[in-house]
């Protein structure tokens, strides 16, 4: 199956708008969300085009295709609007590795994950892929409000590959390939 996986979309239309696009256009199967799906949060600057309203509305159509995760930024109220489901953590098998997904405003990445094969998390805006003991820790950066001049970017996760891409481009900004079990 192919995932695309993203973070930290804070309300921002038009990169929904983007990201909805790569998603149809390149036949994903799944939509996954990371977090901070509607608000922009006190730390952050307001999106260029921050439209929450019109967000819930784009997403709201995708609701068997999407998996979410609860962010920092999300509230009880963004739950009540969103016709799926919002997750604070979730552990399931993506593409025949155990994956673990959450936001990451809590992530230890000294936690022994036993048996898990992948973390996926945002919260940091910075995408990174990296390996601590036997686990990777990938991170698809922010869609929306990207720091360390980053490019907004999401993830393409298919069969044993996953590659960080940018929003804007479509550059391949980092890749890995995890060897299968």
Excluded: W
Aim: glycine share 4%; hydrophobic share 35%; charged share 25%.
């Amino acid at each position: 199956m192919k995932y695309l996986i993203f973070s930290d979309s804070h309300g921002d239309l038009k990169s929904i708008i983007k990201i909805l696009s790569i998603f149809d256009n390149n036949k994903y199967d799944y939509l996954i969300h990371l977090g901070d799906v509607l608000y922009h949060g006190p730390r952050n600057d307001l999106p260029n085009s921050y439209s929450p309203k019109e967000v819930i509305k784009c997403l709201n159509k995708y609701t068997d295709k999407i998996i979410c995760i609860k962010g920092n930024c999300d509230a009880e109220v963004d739950e009540m609007v969103l016709s799926f489901k919002i997750k604070k953590k979730i552990d399931l098998d993506i593409n025949g590795f155990h994956s673990h997904l959450e936001h990451g405003h809590h992530l230890n990445k000294n936690k022994i994950f036993n048996d898990t094969d992948i973390v996926f998390y945002g919260h940091t805006h910075v995408s990174k892929i990296e390996k601590i003991n036997n686990t990777y820790f990938i991170n698809p950066g922010s869609i929306s409000i990207p720091k360390e001049n980053q490019s907004p970017s999401f993830i393409c996760f298919k069969d044993n590959k996953i590659q960080i891409i940018s929003l804007l481009s479509d550059e391949i900004i980092q890749e890995v390939t995890i060897p299968n079990k």
